[in-house]
């Protein structure tokens, strides 16, 4: 166990609708990162906030969203959603925003859209 | 961007048996993180290595950074180590810490 939790465990859901992804990093971590892992794509990143305010955005879509919270758990928002969403989405958390960092994953968020 | 090579790509081999996986990067980094994606597809901290050589159990990791490598090493394989197997490297840049994955080696342990 990682100490990073994630909720939901599975999500299915039909194309056009919003969903959203939770994530719990681990205890004393302020810096959150979401990774999106599809069949075609691999595990890419998305974004990274760090202690409420974000920090580093990469092949994130405009209809994606995410934010951090004052009590540091984040929350990645699918909106329009399209076939090509269906993937896994991992939270991941590490200590500080700067420096080298290892990062702990959670267990994942498998979203199928139908 | 930086590029992060895997080989090989697939391994398929008898419980017991030994094997060694390596990940080839494009450019300098300050830190390495091996993970073990398993059949239920949760991604498992193996080791963090900026280099030299760490151990835990059968697996060993070895990471020599001025030639641009890592190598995990799997000794006694046992059906529990079948899935998955990644290098990711961060990029640091001012505080940006993304890590990018290599594609992986997918092991498969027969028993």
């Known amino acids: 166990d990682s100490g990073v939790t994630q909720t939901p465990k599975h999500l299915i859901t039909a194309t056009g609708q919003r969903v959203t992804l939770r994530c719990s990093p681990r205890?004393?971590?302020?810096?959150v990162y979401w990774y999106q892992q599809s069949l075609d794509q691999g595990l890419q990143f998305l974004i990274q906030y760090y202690n409420g305010e974000e920090r580093a955005k990469g092949n994130i879509l405009e209809r994606f969203s995410a934010q951090q919270f004052p009590d540091l758990h984040s929350e990645l928002n699918l909106s329009s959603l399209e076939l090509g969403d269906s993937a896994l989405y991992f939270c991941a958390s590490s200590v500080l925003g700067q420096g080298n960092y290892e990062q702990y994953f959670g267990p994942g968020t498998r979203l199928t859209v139908t | 961007g930086i590029q992060v090579e895997q080989s090989p790509p697939d391994l398929i081999l008898q419980e017991g048996a030994n094997s060694t996986l390596r990940c080839n990067f494009s450019d300098s980094v300050n830190n390495l993180q091996w993970f073990h994606q398993n059949p239920w597809g949760q991604l498992i901290n193996l080791f963090y290595?900026?280099?030299g050589t760490k151990q835990n159990g059968r697996l060993s990791a070895t990471t020599v950074a001025t030639e641009r490598y890592s190598l995990l090493y799997i000794s006694s394989s046992q059906t529990t180590d079948s899935g998955v197997y990644f290098c990711a490297v961060p990029i640091s840049n001012f505080g940006n810490e993304k890590l990018t994955f290599g594609t992986g080696t997918r092991l498969t342990i027969i028993p």
């Open positions: 205890s004393g971590d302020l810096s």
């Open positions: 290595i900026p280099s």
